[in-house]
């Protein structure tokens, strides 16, 4: 499963590696490439109404998204299954993903069918 987490970090770099042409010609740089994520958010503004309000919360929790475009829905591991995932790390085409329970390792080369590489 691609996470919202994994999900930002594309679209940063998505924006990162776009800049906006002047009329002089020359490059501004995109919010993304002035360092803060609070600039990239700031730079698209919250639909209205925001369907993130509201939401249920918990096991069954519902999910909105805006700004960003969900490219997999990929189930969890056995092991991962109704547990809280706390941390991520990327390497290359890998998602290290953690929790108390350990981690898992995706490969995202294809990130609409990440392949589950090994849980731990």
């Known amino acids: 499963m691609v996470s919202k987490h994994q999900v930002l970090a594309l679209a940063l770099l998505s924006a990162a590696a776009c800049g906006q042409s002047t009329s002089s010609g020359t490059q501004s740089p995109s919010p993304a490439q002035s360092g ?27 999910e909105a998204v805006w700004n960003l475009k969900v490219v997999s829905k990929t189930p969890p591991s056995t092991q991962f299954v109704g547990s809280t995932n706390s941390d991520l790390a990327f390497k290359g085409n890998y998602v290290i993903q953690g929790n108390y329970n350990g981690y898992q390792i995706w490969d995202i ?12």
């Open 36 to 62: 803060t994520v609070d600039a990239v958010l700031q730079s698209t503004p919250a639909p209205s109404p925001d369907p993130r309000v509201g939401l249920r919360a918990g096991r069954d929790a519902a």
């Open 109 to 120: 080369t294809n990130p609409q069918q990440p392949v589950l590489k090994n849980c731990n």
